[in-house]
Every structure is written in structure tokens, then in C-alpha cells.
């Protein structure tokens, strides 16, 4: 995908807005308007995030910052398009001493080993076109998958979901702002991009939000 598209979904992300974003985002929209508290992010990297870990689309690194990881063993890679993004997380995430990759996450993503466990979270909602299209990025972690990777991750869905008539106007504006793209997206859609490159898959519905954890990507090689 043309790296200018794909920027559409990121232009929000400037230092100012990041500092923002906790409170804005997480303290109030995520709560307020998706209907999603703040534990049931955590709690999918509590049950998931292995101890070579990759996050891919980093936002702020709030979840992974507040998921109690032990610090002492955990090696995290960070892989963003959007250096901002990259800066702030690393910065809050320093006492890991995190890899720093910038990376269109519609093309392979390499960046020198494999992991154990694999976050997508808040990226699909963002990136454009169709969720087929947006399959793209399944296809893109290939080499960061070895044969017991497990991904996991969310995303904010734009149809199927119950939705009051206040966060379907939110959604609607921040859509035709494209700092998310998510119009078409369904539980049924992500479901069926994770199965075709994986034989494991688990999807649920919380608020707004879809969670989701895969296993055996086809793509994985040793």
C-alpha cells in the first residue's frame, strides 16, 4: 500500500496529541464512547504477551506499560510508521531498553529474530481500505512468526457493534477526518482475515471493540 495512504491514519499522531492521548483516548473515549474499560486491554497482554514480544503499532505503550511485565526478562521490539509514536513509548517503556523499528505494516516485517507473541492493537481501525485489504497486515508479520507465535490484539469495528448514537456520531467524524477507517469493519470480516493465515482463531466482542488471539500462522517458517 502507498505509504501516503497509509499515512492518513496516522497524521494524528503528533507529540502534542500523545500527550493527550491517555486521558482523551483511553480515560474518556474508550470508556465513555466504545464501552471498553481499560482492564480488558491489559488483560490480553497479561494473558498473552510472551517474553520476546512485538508491538506493532505502539500508540503511547500505555497497555504494555501497565500489563506487569517482568522487566528483567522481557525483550520488547516496538515497530511503528509513525516515529512520534515510536519515540513516546520507548521513552515510557525504557526500563525494557525496547527495539525501535519503523515499519509500513503492510509490507514484511523484518527485523532480525522471531518472537514468542505478537500485538496488533488500535493499528486496523486505522489503516486504510477494506478489511480484506487491511488482511494485508496479517500476511505482513510472516517473518516475526516462528511456530508456537501467538498474536493478539483489538480494534475499534464500525458496523455490527452495539453502539449509542453519540459514539456512532464520534465514530462518523474521526472517520471522515480518516484518523480512522473503519466504516465496513465487522467481528465477521476480522474473523475471517485471521482464519485464512491461521488455523487457531478466537475473536469476541467487548463494547465496540473486537479482541482477538491467533495461533499457527501458515506463513511461519523455524
Request: charged share 20%; aromatic share 12%; glycine share 10%.
Amino acid at each position: 500500500m502507498d505509504v501516503g495512504t497509509y499515512r492518513h491514519g496516522i497524521k494524528a499522531y503528533t507529540p502534542f496529541f500523545l500527550r493527550l492521548y491517555d486521558f482523551l483516548v483511553i480515560g474518556i473515549f474508550t470508556r465513555i464512547f466504545w464501552k471498553c474499560e481499560g482492564r480488558h486491554y491489559i488483560g490480553i497482554y497479561r494473558r498473552h504477551a510472551g517474553q520476546r514480544h512485538a508491538d506493532i503499532g505502539v500508540g503511547t505503550g500505555y497497555f504494555l506499560d501497565h500489563a506487569g511485565l517482568d522487566e528483567s526478562r522481557q525483550q520488547i521490539a516496538l515497530v511503528d510508521l509513525n516515529r512520534n509514536c515510536l519515540r513516546h513509548a520507548a521513552q515510557r517503556l525504557q526500563r525494557f531498553a525496547p527495539e525501535c523499528h519503523v515499519r509500513n505494516a503492510f509490507e514484511p516485517i523484518a527485523i532480525g529474530h522471531k518472537v514468542d507473541s505478537i500485538c496488533i492493537g488500535g493499528l486496523i481501525h486505522c489503516a486504510p481500505g477494506t478489511m480484506q485489504e487491511k488482511g494485508r497486515i496479517f500476511d505482513a508479520i510472516a517473518p516475526l512468526c516462528g511456530p508456537g507465535t501467538t498474536l493478539f490484539g483489538y480494534t475499534l469495528l464500525g458496523t455490527g457493534a452495539p453502539m449509542s448514537w453519540y459514539a456512532r456520531a464520534l465514530m462518523g467524524f474521526m472517520n471522515r477526518l480518516q484518523v480512522v477507517n473503519n466504516r465496513g469493519d465487522s467481528l465477521q470480516s476480522l474473523q475471517a482475515e485471521l482464519s485464512q493465515r491461521f488455523s487457531q482463531v478466537e475473536v469476541w466482542l467487548v463494547g465496540c471493540n473486537a479482541f482477538f488471539t491467533a495461533k499457527n500462522h501458515r506463513g511461519a517458517t523455524k
